[in-house]
């Protein structure tokens, strides 16, 4: 069974930081390309950032570009470190996997369930 399983979301103050991790299993972890799409209230998913199979390219959406770093390990995790997080990044941010890399899309081959993450005033 594929299960991908994030961790890692919660409140925070604007300016502030947090780890998000997914844990991979059921699958060939190697093989897949790992993302986070996150999705705020009432509005569709948006893509946040992409690592390639071997964590050789990283890739960000213009709004994270030097407050977020995606990294991945050998023991079928990926990270995703948020920095100076403000209000806007508040979400549902969902861990995904796809077999064929493709910067910047929505659709993968499986997700997972999803952490909330709060920025509040």
């Known amino acids: 069974e594929v299960q991908l399983v994030e961790s890692g979301g919660g409140l925070v103050q604007p300016g502030g930081s947090l780890r998000l991790s997914c844990a991979a299993s059921?699958?060939?972890?190697?093989?897949?390309?790992m993302s986070w799409v996150r999705q705020a209230p009432g509005k569709g998913l948006e893509w946040v950032s992409a690592i390639s199979w071997n964590g050789g390219s990283t890739y960000y959406a213009e709004s994270m570009k030097g407050r977020f770093t995606i990294s991945r390990d050998n023991a079928k995790n990926t990270y995703l470190r948020m920095n100076s997080l403000k209000p806007e990044d508040t979400a549902v941010y969902y861990c995904?996997?796809?077999?064929?890399?493709?910067?910047?899309?929505?659709?993968?081959?499986?997700w997972g369930q999803g952490t909330q993450v709060t920025v509040f005033i």
């Open positions: 059921g699958f060939t972890f190697d093989d897949y390309a």
């Open positions: 995904a996997a796809r077999g064929k890399f493709l910067v910047g899309t929505t659709q993968y081959d499986y």
